[in-house]
């Protein structure tokens, strides 16, 4: 008897990406497989493409590669020891898979677990850019009715900028500004007129500018700063300068969050901290965001689905993460992926 496959999409090299067929997932005990309905494409993704992901450098990750860690779909199978309730669930997933073990894990923090596996990004874990997706029903988060798949595809890095809007401790009438207009500041821009802020943007091409315009908010380049006091700043974007930028414009007793990573080292002047009592904060990983983002989309509080470009089928990762031209996408940075399209 042949055993079943399906198909996804294989990163073999830098910039070598192509759709094959692959063994199907089986539920191991404790785990679920999924049958994947959206997928979006993220920098991260675009870096292991291009071999530029430290990752691949520091031995978390090899070649060949299935990405895809934003994800929503439905459970289809369930392994031993998971709850059967569970099939037919509409479902979005954690990326990262802590041990369960390990002081980090026990106190709650499994994203920054030293042993972790993220799905379709580090220690061997499957990504979703294919039609089915096998993960551990611990990682799972239930999406409400209200919640479609491109919400679902949403989660989590809206779960990401949901936290960097949150850590800049941002009340209503406060201004915050935030660098760069990309998905994830987009995100945390949403995430901060939510709350009741004063919301600005600050990027460099005019495409992104106008996109976050016609979103409603006020985006500017730099030189066109408006002189006015930030409450908070918020790195969303990978300029090795803008950390200390971002120190620079915050008001005494501000908030600085970090949630951009540039591919070099980022210098800031403690002294500058210090003396202007600024507090910072480094964010990495939805995973305590989850819950909180899914609860934001359906209850309407937050509608990231503008952000979407394009949706394609897998044949076309390739292109996406080469960053082709994709006929008739939308002015939007995000691009998602239905397993289940031609084309």
């Known amino acids: 008897m042949t055993a079943p496959t399906m198909r996804a999409a294989v ?14 997932p089986r539920a ?14 993220c920098g991260t993704d675009v870096e292991f493409f291009t071999g ?16 895809g860690h934003e994800w929503a779909g439905v459970v289809r199978a369930v392994g031993d020891g998971v709850d059967p309730a569970w099939r037919d669930r509409r479902v979005m997933g954690d990326t990262m898979l802590g041990c369960r073990a390990c002081r980090r894990c026990l106190r709650g ?19 979703a850019l294919a039609e089915q997706l096998a993960v551990p029903v611990t990682a799972l988060h239930e999406l409400p009715g209200t919640v479609d798949p491109a919400l ?5 890095p809206g779960g990401n900028a949901l936290r960097a809007a949150r850590a800049a401790g941002l009340a209503p009438g406060d201004r915050v500004l935030i660098l760069g207009p990309g998905t994830i500041g987009l995100l945390t821009a949403m995430f901060a007129r939510a709350a009741g802020a004063e919301v ?14 016609s979103l409603g908010f ?5 030189p066109d700063l408006p002189d006015v006091p930030f409450d908070a700043v918020i790195d969303a974007s990978n300029a090795a300068y803008l950390p200390a930028m971002a120190l620079d414009l915050v008001e005494p007793a501000g908030r600085v969050v970090y949630i951009g990573l540039a ?26 965001g989850l819950a909180a983002t899914i609860a934001a989309y359906a209850a309407g509080h937050v509608d990231p689905r503008p952000l979407v470009a394009a949706t394609v089928g897998l044949d076309r990762v390739g292109a996406v993460l080469a960053g082709a031209h994709i006929p008739g996408a939308g002015p939007g940075p995000k691009f998602h992926i239905d397993p289940r399209r031609a084309g």
Do not use: N, W
């Open 152 to 156: 679902g595809a949403l989660v989590e």
């Open 218 to 222: 006020t985006a500017s380049t730099e």
């Open 52 to 67: 530029e992901m430290a990752y691949l450098h520091e031995g978390h990750a090899r070649f060949p590669m299935r990405l």
């Open 263 to 288: 591919g070099s080292p980022s210098l800031i002047d403690t002294r500058r901290l210090a003396l202007k009592d600024v507090t910072a904060v480094g964010v990495l990983s939805a995973s305590p």
């Open 28 to 41: 191991a005990a404790g785990e679920v497989v999924v049958d994947v309905e959206r997928v979006g494409v």
């Open 109 to 127: 923090h499994q994203h920054v677990c030293a042993d972790r596996q993220e799905v379709g990004i580090r220690g061997g874990r499957p990504g």
């Open 200 to 213: 600005h943007l600050m990027g460099h091409t005019p495409p992104s500018l106008a996109f976050a315009r």
């Open 11 to 24: 990163v073999t090299a830098p910039g070598e990406c192509s759709v094959r067929e692959v063994p199907a």
